[in-house]
């Protein structure tokens, strides 16, 4: 089973928009259902709205979440009120957010309060730049290692890692990262996480790529970057090449 998140970012404007997309994204997500789980984190603002007009097996998720649980945090939104609002998922780490401020204690904390209210978090990783010596490395082991510290096994199978580099996210990207660069990140993360609990758990940790991926790449990522599915920006918001993307990477190979 292959992963679909859709990170509809701080889009669309319109409730009226929410709908159309909501439903277009749910006849995407049944039409895929035997090779595809598909969810969708929108803004918190339309979670009711998306949550009544999602249906099965379209899932739906948040977009982050305050560290802690005390009220005069104003503008944020605790992991109680994602989950009272029907959030069953919550990106947290994402580089828009790390950029402002959600430094890797930050995120480790949100986890901890994603955990208390068993929503399942999709963490995003990905280094800011790329050398050609290695020592981005260093970034995605720091963020995870800071991530996992606290974790145990059980709680650590649970989590849904996306890679994104951040070079290759968003309207600015450089470009797509390649698929072996895609791989080798892939590797590396399985590589930690095995070191830290077994091989066992961390084969069952879901690894997906995120980063400018279209329904013109998205397929070479899964055959040939080891990628179990894909966080989507963009082309989330534009059913038409959501759904191109899930076709391409469910479709067999002729
Ligand atoms: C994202 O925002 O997580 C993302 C991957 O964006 P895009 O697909 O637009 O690069």
């Known amino acids: 089973m292959l992963y679909l998140i859709g990170n509809w970012k701080m889009a669309p404007e319109k409730n009226s928009q929410v709908i159309d997309l909501v439903k277009k994204t749910t006849a995407i997500a049944r039409t895929y259902k035997k090779s595809l789980t598909t969810i969708i984190c929108p803004p918190a603002v339309f979670l009711p709205a998306v949550v009544k007009n999602a249906k099965v097996p379209l899932l739906v998720g948040a977009q982050g979440l305050a560290a802690s649980d005390a009220i005069a945090q104003t503008g944020l939104i605790s992991a109680g009120m994602l989950k009272d609002n029907g959030a069953a998922y919550c990106i947290i780490g994402h580089s828009e957010m790390r950029a402002r401020g959600d430094n890797n204690e930050i995120v480790k904390q949100q986890l901890t309060k994603l955990f208390d209210k068993k929503i399942v978090p999709i963490l995003c990783i990905g280094e800011k730049t790329r050398d050609t010596q290695g020592w981005y490395l260093s970034e995605i082991k720091e963020q995870l290692e800071t991530a996992f510290a606290d974790l145990v096994p059980l709680q650590a199978k649970k ?59 998205a397929r070479s990522f899964v055959t040939d970057g080891a990628a179990q599915g894909f966080l989507v920006g963009r082309v989330s918001l534009e059913a038409k090449r959501l759904e191109a993307l899930a076709k391409a990477i469910t479709t067999p190979e002729k």
């Open 159 to 217: 989590i849904i890692i996306a890679y994104e580099p951040v070079w290759a996210i968003g309207k600015d990207a450089t470009r797509a990262a390649t698929p072996a660069e895609c791989r080798e990140m892939m590797i590396f993360i399985r590589k930690m996480l095995s070191d830290k609990y077994d091989e066992k758990i961390a084969k069952s940790i879901v690894l997906l790529y995120g980063g400018s991926a279209d329904e013109f790449n």
